[in-house]
Every structure is written in C-alpha cells, then in structure tokens.
T-cell receptor, first 113, second 114 residues
Framework: AQSVTQLGSHVSVSEGALVLLRCNYS??????LFWYVQYPNQGLQLLLK??????LVKGINGFEAEFKKSETSFHLTKPSAHMSDAAEYFC???????????FGAGTTVTVRA | DADVTQTPRNRITKTGKRIMLECSQT?????MYWYRQDPGLGLRLIYY???????NKGEISDGYSVSRQAQAKFSLSLESAIPNQTALYFC?????????????FGPGTRLTVL
C-alpha cells in the first residue's frame, strides 16, 4: 500500500521568496510520485512526476522536486514565488503497476505582495 | 493532455434524490477514475475502470455506483443522496504502461446535497 503525508496545510510566502512544500511518502514497492496543482475553480494539473529516471525532477512554471529515498521525501520547490502560484498543491503516489493514485491532504499556498 | 469534460459543473439537490454525474473524454484513454475532494482530506478514489468490462471499487465506494457506457464515458451515480456526499467530484483518465502512466483530470463537479 502507498500513502503520502503533506506537512503543512497552509503556506504563506512573499512574492519573490522561496516556495517549499513538503511531501513524505510510504510505499511497499518503488514509488512513482506526482505533484499536482489546483487553481481556484479548476481541476488538477500535473506539475511534475518522478519515475526513477532522475532524482531531481523539473516541472512546469519553474517548479522542481527532489526524490530522496533515504528520507522517503519528495519536496516541491520554486526559487522565486509569483502571485500566480497561489493555489492548492497535492502530492500523490502510486506503486509499480498499480495505477491508483493516493493523494495527500493538500497544501494551500498564498503569495503576499 | 486528455480532453476530459464533466457535466454538470454545479448541482444542488435534496436528500434522497438520485443524481448522476457524467464524464466524457476524447483521447481514447482506457482507464478512468472518479474521486471526491473534501477540504483537508485531499482526493479519495471512489471507483475506477480499466476498460469497459473492468470496474472496481475504490476506498470510498459506499453510497455510489458507476457505469462505463463506452470507452469514452464513465458515469457516477448517487442512488439516494445524503448531505455528507456534498463535495467536489473529479473524473480522471490515464494512459500508458507502468512508468509512463499519468492521470489527467476534468474540471470537477461541485455537488451540494441539502
């Protein structure tokens, strides 16, 4: 079975500051990990995914995430926050040929001008 | 990306009513999923289907049923709606084998049960 825990339900950052969203996973098999973003009144959009090809994964809109097996983590970062980054972010995991995703509870990001 | 559409986008209904939420996709993806989103709980899987003849319960299927009418259509029904089924419902599709599989989401249906 797979699960994820997102640390912090709300994160507030200043425009131009580092965005760091934390995700820890649990998986009985090598995991595939995903970050999705949900803008207000919209569906989920894929930001990036880890598929074991490289531990540092670059996604859209300047986001990246690093897979650390020893820490069972897959934290999402962006060096400089923009107002348009205000959204809810979800970490998700699945294992091997199990196509079902397990989602974290989500982290809402607000960006202060 | 998959073109995933959901109807209706918003629905208000009363306790005990039967409700159907519909999902259609135009990219030929075999796998389709229904999730519900509740504040603080993330998304939870209700049902999933790997093809027209393969339908499976997810972690919270009680009170729900589904129908896969065609490869492109996957409907979710609430036979007798209750207030704690008030939530945002998402349909998703996916394609690919193993590492390449990625889920693509529709815009969601906001359901309120009074």
């Amino acid at each position: 079975a797979q699960s994820v825990t997102q640390l912090g339900s709300h994160v507030s950052v200043s425009e131009g500051a580092l965005v760091l969203l934390r995700c820890n996973y649990s998986s009985s098999v090598p995991p595939y990990l995903f970050w999705y973003v949900q803008y207000p009144n919209q569906g989920l959009q894929l930001l990036l995914k880890y598929t074991s090809a490289a531990t540092l994964v670059k996604g859209i809109n300047g986001f990246e995430a690093e897979f650390k097996k020893s820490e069972t983590s897959f934290h999402l970062t962006k060096p400089s926050a923009h107002m348009s980054d205000a959204a809810e972010y979800f970490c998700a995991v699945r294992g091997g040929n199990d196509y079902k995703l397990s989602f974290g509870a989500g982290t809402t990001v607000t960006v202060r001008a | 990306d998959a073109d995933v559409t959901q109807t209706p986008r918003n629905r208000i209904t009363k306790t005990g009513k039967r409700i159907m939420l519909e999902c259609s996709q135009t990219k030929g993806h075999d796998r389709m999923y229904w999730y519900r989103q509740d504040p603080g709980l993330g998304l939870r899987l209700i049902y999933y289907s790997f093809d027209v003849k393969d339908i499976n319960k997810g972690e919270i299927s009680d009170g729900y049923s589904v129908s896969r009418q065609a490869q492109a259509k996957f409907s979710l029904s609430l036979e007798s709606a209750i207030p704690n089924q008030t939530a945002l419902y998402f349909c998703a599709t996916s394609v690919g084998a193993g590492v390449t599989d990625t889920q693509y989401f529709g815009p969601g249906t906001r359901l309120t049960v009074l």
